[in-house]
């Protein structure tokens, strides 16, 4: 997990004031500013320290078999490995809408959730973990069918995402672009408008803390829906979302850096791109 030299508070969560708010509630020193600066312009957000020093932990959940998540996050996993020796990757390889996550226990320890799963009903110890996640407002991120992954906990949706899944559409060819003021973004950097195929999922209603980064307009349809989005969750917690996930998109440099791009901004790591000169997974 992450850890920052951080005066008398080694294991505490250091908290950092919102910019635009005026002035901090404290004295931070040049590296923490740094870190908001580098980081986003919203919200309170919390980041972790403890003894395993300069490691970022990712959890990763997978369990949505229509889109093949397994092995869309294994590749991930791997290419994350190689391109930064700070990242430490464990991870539950569950069944879609099962009832199992075998190693969820791990996420106790992790910095950053990342889910891409569909309609689990998961016994109470195990919905545990993920609540007790959610609840110290750590970092998570979620893709596709994360908005409804866990039927025993739908309102991480609209809770912890800023989301309101309505159903899909059709597949169809889908334009990619940004949304207003979403182009200077830190997730946006080094992201390029794009076509991609898929069915477009519904979110009418997104949540007031939300900032939408892509739009899409299926060529078909006309439809335009929000494709990615930042959520500040709680009082500090960061999270982000984007209904794209198919095969494709993760051989796709634009998808990749997004997510590349998440990662650091959910979790303020300044994480090493495993996107850059087509050498994503």
């Known amino acids: 997990m992450i ?14 004031s919102k910019r635009g708010h005026g002035n901090p509630a404290f004295m931070l020193p040049a590296a923490f500013l740094l870190l908001i600066l580098m980081s986003g312009t919203m919200g309170f957000w919390l980041f972790p320290a403890n003894e395993d020093e300069g490691t ?3 959890h990763l959940i997978s369990a949505s078999e229509e889109y093949e998540s397994e092995n869309s996050l294994k590749e991930t996993k791997k290419a994350l490995e190689e391109h930064d020796e700070g ?5 539950s390889w569950g069944e879609d ?10 996420l106790g320890e992790a910095d950053l959730l990342i889910v891409f799963a569909r309609r689990m009903t998961l016994p109470e110890d195990q919905l545990n973990y993920i609540t007790q996640h959610i609840e110290a407002e750590k970092p998570v991120i979620g893709i596709r069918t994360s908005s409804h992954a866990f039927q025993g906990f ?5 809770r912890v995402f800023g989301g309101d899944y309505d159903g899909h559409g059709d597949d169809e060819s889908v334009d990619v672009s940004f949304a207003e003021d979403a182009e200077e973004h830190p997730i946006m950097n080094g992201v390029d408008a794009w076509n991609r ?5 519904h979110n009418p209603d997104l949540g007031p803390q939300t900032q939408t980064l892509l739009l899409g307009r299926g060529l078909d349809s006309d439809i335009y ?3 990615a989005w930042t ?5 500090n917690g960061r999270a982000f979302y984007t209904s794209m996930g198919l095969p494709s998109d993760f051989e796709n440099d634009n998808f990749l850096r997004m997510l590349n791009n998440a990662i650091s901004w959910t979790t303020g790591y300044e994480l090493s791109s495993f996107a850059a000169d087509g050498d994503g997974p």
Do not use: C
Request: charged share 30%; proline share 8%; aromatic share 10%.
């Open 3 to 16: 850890d920052v030299e951080y005066p008398e508070r080694q294991k505490e969560w250091a908290v950092f």
């Open 56 to 58: 970022l932990h990712i």
């Open 87 to 91: 990242v430490k990757i464990t991870a």
């Open 97 to 106: 809408a099962g009832s199992d996550l075998p190693n969820i226990e791990l």
């Open 154 to 158: 739908l309102e991480l949706d609209a």
């Open 197 to 201: 195929p898929g069915k477009i999922y």
């Open 225 to 227: 829906e929000p494709l």
């Open 231 to 235: 959520n500040m969750y709680g009082e």
